[in-house]
T-cell receptor
């Protein structure tokens, strides 16, 4: 069983839709939770991070962490064609060196 | 742009050969991590260097090695290349004291034939 599970998609939505992306994990030591966006032929770009449980909002993006269920989510409101990319969840324990464990990524396509 | 550059962009090697990939970080980024990303997969942690010393390693064999230099540049060396080493190799640097903000380069795509 992988430490981090993520539905690879692809996920296709119409422009303006609300997108929900999710990951589950098994390692209860994970404390930092991140979402990265990766365009084709580019390196991952950090979108959001949260520490421990709770919600965080940044513009059209909202990240949620439920540590009791070992479940994290990223919501994208008013999705745009420019949001079309692969979204990677990532997480790491606190302290020590910064080994980050990534999900496989969900490919999102926003159709105009 | 993240300010992290990698070279070369693409590379084709033959099984059994050796390869060196390079990464240049921003000034003040004293931690660099290397990742392997196979097609359709998320990045897999190879190792991390802090102040020119390896301080963490993922499940990769010793033929994967690295160096970090005082000028914020680093190298990933892979010996005895295997077909399964074909992947996108990413380096990510972190500002001193940063806990989560890893800035990724665009990657080097390695093809082993």
């Amino acid at each position: 069983q992988k430490e981090v599970e993520q539905d690879p998609g692809p996920l296709s939505v119409p422009e303006g839709a609300i997108v929900s992306l999710n990951c589950t994990y098994s390692n209860s030591a994970f404390q930092y939770f991140m979402w990265y966006r990766q365009y084709s032929r580019k390196g991952p770009e950090l979108l959001m991070y949260t520490y421990s449980s709770g919600n965080k909002e940044d513009g059209r993006f909202t990240a949620q962490v439920d540590k009791s269920s070992k479940y994290i989510s990223l919501f994208i409101r008013d999705s745009q064609p420019s949001d079309s990319a692969t979204y990677l969840c990532a997480m790491r324990p606190s302290g020590g060196y910064q080994k980050v464990t990534f999900g496989t990524g969900t490919k999102l396509q926003v159709i105009p | 742009e993240t300010g992290v550059t990698q070279s070369p962009t693409h590379l084709i090697k033959t099984r059994g050969q050796q390869v060196t990939l390079r990464c240049s970080s921003q000034s003040g980024h004293n931690t660099v991590s290397w990742y392997q990303q196979a097609l359709g997969q998320g990045p897999q942690f190879i190792f991390q260097y802090y102040r020119e010393e390896e301080n963490g390693r993922g499940n990769f064999p010793p033929r994967f090695s690295g160096l970090q230099f005082p000028n914020y540049s680093s190298e990933l060396n892979v010996n005895a290349l295997e077909l399964d080493d074909s992947a996108l190799y990413l380096c990510a640097s972190t500002l001193a004291g940063g806990a989560y903000e890893q800035y990724f380069g665009p990657g080097t795509r390695l093809t082993v034939t």
